[in-house]
């Protein structure tokens, strides 16, 4: 078993930095699909109160759970501030989505002890490892 199917199957509650409340972006679409394969799914969108039926938070510092996966949807410029918020909850996994990469964020969230997969799918890691149910 590899390090990211190890990731997605002891992992439970994903924390999603950028979720959208438009069912036409992969930021939403993505969350949904993870959602139907069991897992727990927290929106963090500033702007949205509630998402797929999950009550939405402004921040990952809002979130009273614990956090296993903190998957981003958010430009590469905001992923160090980001990595800084992973940490600070004591996040396992920093995992920034397809076409998302920061050296910055990336060294930040390893020293801190967070394992760092990034410019990767979720969903399509998910399937391709996994499969859907």
């Known amino acids: 078993m590899n390090e990211i199917e190890r990731i997605l199957r002891e992992s439970r509650n994903i924390a999603v930095v950028g979720c959208s409340t438009n069912p036409a972006k992969e930021a939403h679409k993505v969350p949904l699909y993870m959602k ?3 897992y727990k799914i927290i929106p ?24 296993d ?9 905001e992923t160090p501030g980001i ?13 920034l989505q397809l076409g998302i990469f920061n050296k910055e964020a990336a060294e930040k969230a390893e ?7 990034m410019n990767r799918c979720i969903k399509q890691e998910h399937e391709r490892l996994i499969g859907s149910k």
């Open 83 to 95: 990595a800084e918020e992973a940490i600070a909850k004591k996040a396992n996994v920093l995992w």
């Open 111 to 117: 020293k801190a002890g967070l394992k760092v997969i």
């Open 44 to 67: 963090v969108n500033p702007f949205a109160e509630e998402i797929l039926g999950e009550k939405a938070y402004k921040k990952l510092e809002d979130i009273p759970d614990e956090i």
């Open 36 to 38: 139907m394969q069991g």
């Open 69 to 77: 996966i903190v998957n981003v949807f958010r430009p590469d410029e």
